[in-house]
């Protein structure tokens, strides 16, 4: 079996929300839930193979730049059937999409969602 990415984990400030919004967008389900590492809260956001961990402590905390911060994640990349569908659904859900591309091998676009991570959607049809 060749390697592949099971999961990410990121922090959050509300992971329920953020695990709404990715269960929202992508007909994903919560895979499971419950207390993490240092008294936070975590939600698994997913498919059969592959999830996105997402975790909080609670609160706000500090954000950053990520794309000048070392070892920060810069964005989630996820590939979905029907792109102009989805940014529909991303436009309904109340966000701007930005950084559109249609260029070999792909077309694509980025959004912002809460917490400033920027995801990009991306269609090889």
């Excluded at 967008?25 to 008294?39: H, P, T, V, Y």
């Excluded at 529909?88 to 991570?117: C, M, Q």
Aim: net charge negative; hydrophobic share 35%.
């Amino acid at each position: 079996m060749q390697p592949f990415v099971e999961h990410v984990n990121i922090t959050v400030t509300d992971p329920k929300a953020t695990a709404d919004l990715l269960c929202n967008l992508f007909d994903w389900q919560i895979r499971w839930q419950g207390e993490a590492k240092n008294n936070g809260t975590t939600y698994h956001v997913g498919g059969d193979t592959s999830y996105i961990a997402v975790y909080s402590r609670g609160g706000a905390g500090r954000l950053s730049n990520t794309y000048e911060t070392p070892g920060a994640m810069n964005h989630i990349g996820v590939v979905v059937d029907d792109v102009d569908a989805t940014e529909e659904r991303v436009k309904a859900l109340g966000f701007t999409p930005n950084n559109h591309g249609d260029y070999e091998p792909g077309k694509r676009f980025y959004f912002n969602a809460p917490d400033d991570i920027e995801i990009e959607i991306i269609s090889y049809a």
